[in-house]
């Protein structure tokens, strides 16, 4: 199985933890600007780069009382 493969499945749970179903997508998006190769991994610029609006993929990031 190829490795992005492995690795969208190995995230499906934590994903499925999110609370809000609509945030689920925003924590897939997330992941894969924290893995792509843009210069900056924050909020901002892989909003940008996915064309999304910033504020819902910030409840993504990892920290106490985020991702729902």
Request: net charge positive.
């Amino acid at each position: 199985m190829p490795c992005l493969e492995r690795l969208k499945e190995f995230m499906e749970p934590y994903i499925q933890r999110l609370g809000d179903k609509r945030q689920h997508q925003h924590g897939r998006t997330f992941l894969q600007g924290l893995l792509s190769d843009l210069e900056r991994k924050s909020t901002e610029p892989i909003a940008e780069r996915a064309g999304l609006y910033r504020r819902p993929l910030q409840k993504c990031q990892p920290g106490p009382a985020r991702c729902g």
